[in-house]
């Protein structure tokens, strides 16, 4: 079959650990040029080294995401250095849980939420929207969340910041009418991410646990305490609890890894057993 990973030139943005690093590894190793962009120096250099290590093709440039001429200027070094930019993923992100009775400890957390989760896919989008259309093709990939599904207590502001991450990739996907390809990826709780350093208030998660809050947090801090050897723990069970981030990594590259005339528009990736009521 064809291998519609190889050779493609996919800028990947919070690419200094964690999930954007995995994508990076992975695509390098399927052939893919890859353009790392983080405002983690170090970071973007470990990752680089571990693409470079494995046989991959890796650069980097430090870049933070709400800066509209740094992302400009990240595409730009993905296009004088391989010719184009062929895939975006708009992947930085955080999450700052809280309530709103949380506000004096939160705002300024959800001020950044509002800036890197959305401003930074908007400049993303933008920044890879004229060399696309000149190109004639291209993909952007957001990383959204189930949280911009429905409106829950403790997510109000990443919630929101989530849902309009999924209004401006459907407004790009009808805008562009199939030059630009638009896929929007949902993941459920991922803990190994380290996404969850972010939460304000740690009991703002019974939004998207509801009913079995209890039952969750006790089998979660069970795992991460490796005291569970069972069935919520292995991937081939249908009890599978806790979503290794490699499998949303998966998810990313089977996107990329399509003709250019079939995108994959919205993916949510869950395990089986997670128990989130959303």
Same mark, same amino acid.
């Given at each position: 079959?064809?291998? *519609?990973?190889?050779?493609k030139t996919?800028?990947?943005?919070?690419?200094?650990?964690?999930f954007?690093?995995?994508?990076?590894?992975?695509?390098?190793?399927r052939?893919?040029?890859?353009?790392?962009g983080?405002?983690n120096?170090e970071?973007l250099?470990?990752?680089v080294?571990?693409?470079?290590?494995?046989?991959?093709?890796?650069?980097?440039r430090?870049?933070d995401?709400t800066?509209?001429?740094a992302m400009?200027a990240?595409?730009a070094?993905?296009?004088?250095? *391989?010719g184009?930019?062929?895939?975006?993923?708009?992947n930085?992100g955080?999450?700052?849980?809280?309530f709103?009775?949380d *506000?004096?400890?939160?705002?300024?957390a959800?001020?950044k939420?509002i800036?890197?989760?959305i401003?930074?896919v908007?400049? $993303?989008?933008?920044?890879?929207y004229?060399?696309m259309?000149a190109?004639?093709?291209g993909h952007?990939?957001?990383i959204?969340s189930?949280y911009?599904?429905?409106p829950?207590?403790?997510?109000?502001?990443y $919630?929101?910041?989530?849902?309009a991450? #999924?209004?401006l990739?459907?407004s790009?996907?009808?805008e562009?009418a $199939?030059r630009?390809k638009?896929t929007i990826i949902k993941?459920t709780g991922?803990?190994?991410?380290g996404? $969850?350093?972010a939460?304000? #208030?740690?009991?703002?998660?019974?939004?998207?646990?509801g009913q079995?809050?209890?039952a969750?947090?006790?089998?979660m801090t069970?795992?991460?305490?490796?005291q569970?050897?069972d069935?919520?723990?292995?991937p081939?069970?249908?009890?599978?609890?806790?979503?290794d981030?490699?499998?949303i990594a998966d998810a990313?590259i089977?996107?990329i890894?399509?003709?250019?005339?079939?995108?994959?528009?919205?993916?949510?990736i869950?395990?089986?057993?997670d128990a989130?009521?959303?």
């Amino acid at each position: 079959m064809t291998d *519609h990973v190889k050779g493609k030139t996919i800028v990947i943005t919070g690419a200094a650990g964690g999930f954007g690093r995995l994508v990076s590894q992975k695509a390098a190793a399927r052939g893919a040029n890859v353009v790392c962009g983080d405002v983690n120096e170090e970071g973007l250099a470990e990752t680089v080294k571990l693409v470079a290590d494995a046989g991959g093709k890796a650069s980097a440039r430090v870049t933070d995401v709400t800066d509209l001429a740094a992302m400009k200027a990240l595409v730009a070094h993905a296009v004088a250095t *391989h010719g184009a930019v062929d895939v975006m993923i708009n992947n930085a992100g955080i999450m700052p849980l809280a309530f709103f009775a949380d *506000h004096a400890a939160a705002s300024a957390a959800w001020s950044k939420c509002i800036d890197i989760n959305i401003k930074g896919v908007m400049n $993303g989008i933008i920044a890879a929207y004229d060399p696309m259309m000149a190109q004639g093709r291209g993909h952007v990939i957001n990383i959204s969340s189930i949280y911009g599904n429905f409106p829950v207590v403790g997510a109000a502001v990443y $919630g929101a910041t989530k849902s309009a991450v #999924n209004f401006l990739s459907e407004s790009l996907r009808v805008e562009a009418a $199939g030059r630009i390809k638009v896929t929007i990826i949902k993941p459920t709780g991922v803990p190994a991410t380290g996404l $969850g350093g972010a939460i304000v #208030n740690p009991e703002a998660v019974v939004g998207i646990l509801g009913q079995n809050t209890a039952a969750y947090i006790g089998s979660m801090t069970a795992i991460l305490e490796g005291q569970v050897q069972d069935d919520r723990i292995n991937p081939d069970s249908t009890a599978y609890a806790v979503l290794d981030p490699a499998y949303i990594a998966d998810a990313v590259i089977m996107a990329i890894d399509q003709p250019w005339g079939v995108s994959l528009g919205d993916i949510t990736i869950r395990a089986a057993g997670d128990a989130y009521i959303l």
